[in-house]
């Protein structure tokens, strides 16, 4: 058998199953601009039902590909393509690779474990491991928070997932400490009084519960009370308010002669 005859058998066995060609090119571009706009519906109805975006990405996503998957197979059909063993091969191929990429498919797993335990949403302050932050994205993969002084860590779902997690923004009440130095030979009582009233006075503390402040330990040259008050951090700004309160207790002090020896004095910046 010569080449033109080899040429020729191809041509004609192409223009026999080029109906079929054709249709299932045209099948998986239905399929591939189909899917799209599917997603976008899905989530557009789920949405009526499901507030967390992120997890409306999740089911797009998984309602994408499903859509995809399917078109593909059906297209693939139409030029008689062997589905069974095509999909046998790609069950080997993916058992081998999935043990070679454990770790990946732990880290999928974690991510549809957050997406259906939701421990925080996005914009969410949270502390997860030793980073503290805003929650930016949510994946499927790894979780991107950034910090507190504006550095964006990516941290696997799989850390996440196993770690303990903090939402500060789920509480709205968070309390707030600050370590006061009086001196020896100041009145206790009274100057617990005193600062307990401006502590009291300043926008953004909470009545209840209460504000207190008691002896904390002694010092080598100062007493140390410990200052305890609550603020409403959905309507206040957290750390504002805890500095309007040391200053407070700064002006307090110095309004009725209260003694802070200056080498305690520095705990009262300190936030504990």
């Not at 080029?18 to 706009?37: D, E, M, N, Q």
């Not at 991107?144 to 923004?169: A, K, Q, S």
């Not at 400490?177 to 100041?186: A, C, D, K, N, R």
């Amino acid at each position: 058998m010569d080449i033109q005859q080899i040429f020729q058998g191809w041509l004609t066995s192409f223009l026999e199953n080029l109906p079929k060609i054709i249709s299932a090119i045209v099948i998986f571009i239905v399929t591939l601009l189909g899917s799209g706009y599917i997603a976008k519906w899905v989530k557009r109805v789920s949405k009526k039902k499901i507030g967390r975006e992120e997890t409306l990405q999740l089911i797009s996503r998984i309602v994408r590909w499903t859509v995809l998957v399917f078109g593909t197979v059906i297209a693939l059909n139409q030029v008689s393509f062997d589905i069974t063993g095509f999909i046998a091969g790609i069950g080997v191929a993916g058992f081998t690779i999935g043990f070679a990429l454990q770790d990946i498919a732990k880290n999928f797993v974690s991510g549809l474990l957050l997406l259906y335990r939701q421990p925080f949403n996005l914009g969410d302050l949270v502390k997860v491991s030793d980073y503290q932050g805003k929650v930016n994205e949510i994946n499927v993969r790894d979780t991107v928070i950034e910090t507190l002084d504006g550095e964006l860590v990516i941290i696997p779902n799989r850390d996440v997932f196993e770690n303990p997690i903090i939402n500060y923004t789920n509480t709205r009440l968070r309390r707030r400490s600050i370590m006061i130095g009086l001196g020896y030979e100041e009145d206790a009582d009274r100057a617990m009084e005193i600062f307990l009233d401006a502590i009291k006075a300043v926008p953004g503390v909470e009545s209840e519960p209460a504000p207190t402040i008691r002896a904390a330990e002694l010092g080598e040259s100062a007493l140390t009370l410990s200052a305890l008050f609550w603020i409403d951090q959905q309507d206040s700004d957290l750390l504002g308010v805890h500095s309007d309160v040391v200053k407070a207790i700064k002006k307090a002090s110095e309004e009725h002669g209260i003694n802070l020896p200056y080498p305690v004095q520095k705990i009262l910046l300190r936030n504990v």
